[in-house]
């Protein structure tokens, strides 16, 4: 078996024992039978448990992904998942709150010390940045320039986190903003920061949603909707739409068309979620909307990413005695694998801007 895997890792050039920052070590040999038999789900959990370590974590994903060698191994895992998700609809109203207790209410101590004082949990715009801070901040206005807010809208912010969007929008622009999640512990903090603005955060499923605004976005939650809800998806924002208002769809995104997510990712991070194609936003949007503006920035989340790492290690002496070795151990692979994967390119950051009828006299992109 170990010849097998190192024929396997051969062609990312990733070497068993050799010295460069990519190179693995194996501590214990029942780690090949796991990865053959399971391919991503073995390779995580194998790591989580370990049995194999790599300087450079985010450089050994960025060779793996590069060249597919996750269609080599573990395909049993990956067809269940399919399949599963093309039978049932995960995401419904009850499905969906699972991703919130599973990922979002792990702790706000931890999204604290990794995401920052803004708290956002999505890629930042580094255009102009040098800092994690100021590409957040860049994204931030960005997303308000794209939907030409003006004081005294009324926005939509489907998926809020912990209001960031929401504080900044109300703060600098003036912004009446509703901001909804399915997350407790982000309803909690996030009124908390947004006490004293005009900023209303609810524990509530965009399909319950029946206002009018002038404007929506969403940052980071179509991950989660599923395509069995995309057109429903659309749809509800379509009605929540002012006839003249604009919709930014903040998405990661993915170069083939799946209904599931990597088995790993789906046990251990983003349960029932997908990373939606192209062809899929296109697809569910027809008829619904008018495509305006399509921005892929997906190499900034690999700086995102890294930057998320680097706080989540300076903060973890604060961290470890609520969370433990293991939950590091698979913290670190979650961040470095995601990283190596933007680096790659085999995923995306896409921003895009929908009208209901088209802009009258066409709609100005903004970078």
């Known amino acids: 078996m170990k010849k097998a ?36 789900l073995g390779l995580g959990e194998s790591y989580m448990d370990g049995q194999w370590d790599c300087d450079k974590l985010d450089e050994f994903f960025n060779r793996v992904l590069r060249v597919k060698l996750e269609d080599r191994v573990g395909h ?41 004082e803004r708290m956002v949990y999505t890629c930042g715009y580094w255009k102009d940045a040098s800092n994690l801070a100021d590409a957040q901040e860049s994204k931030l206005e960005l997303v308000c320039r794209k939907i030409g807010l003006k004081s005294g809208m009324k926005v939509l912010d489907v998926g809020c986190g912990w209001g960031s969007f929401a504080k900044y929008a109300a703060e600098k622009h003036g912004a009446e903003v509703v901001g909804i999640t399915i997350s407790e512990e982000q309803v909690k903090l996030g009124r908390e920061k947004c006490t004293g603005l005009p900023v ?62 990597d088995p790993w990712i789906e046990k251990y991070i983003f349960p029932n979620s997908m990373i939606p194609s192209a062809k899929q936003i296109a697809s569910s949007s027809e008829d619904v909307f008018v495509v305006e503006d399509w921005h892929n920035f997906g190499t900034d989340y690999d700086k995102t990413l890294m ?9 973890w002496d604060r961290l470890k005695e609520n969370y433990g070795e293991r939950f590091k151990r698979m913290w670190d692979y979650y961040l470095l694998s995601c990283a190596g994967s933007f680096r790659a390119r085999r995923n995306q950051l896409w921003q895009i801007v929908f009208s209901k009828g088209g802009v009258d006299g066409g709609y100005a992109s903004v970078r």
């Open 307 to 315: 930057a998320w790492h680097e706080n989540f290690s300076k903060g």
């Open 5 to 40: 895997v190192e024929e396997i890792l051969g062609f990312a050039d990733v070497e068993i024992g050799g010295e460069r920052p990519w190179d693995i070590r194996v501590y214990d040999d029942r780690f090949y039978g796991r990865v053959l038999g399971q391919g991503s």
């Open 200 to 261: 209303d955060i609810r524990f509530q499923d965009y399909r319950d949603v029946y206002e009018k605004f002038d404007a929506v976005i969403s940052l980071g939650m179509f991950e989660h909707v599923g395509i069995k809800n995309y057109e429903t998806y659309m749809k509800k924002i379509s009605e929540c739409l002012d006839d003249k208002g604009l919709f930014l769809l903040h998405s990661i995104g993915g170069n083939r068309s799946v209904n599931s997510t």
């Open 76 to 116: 049993g895992q990956r067809f269940f998942l399919s399949l599963r998700s093309k039978l049932l609809n995960l995401q419904n109203k009850v499905g969906a709150l699972k991703v919130g207790r599973h990922h979002y209410d792990i702790g706000n101590d931890l999204y604290s010390e990794m995401l920052g």
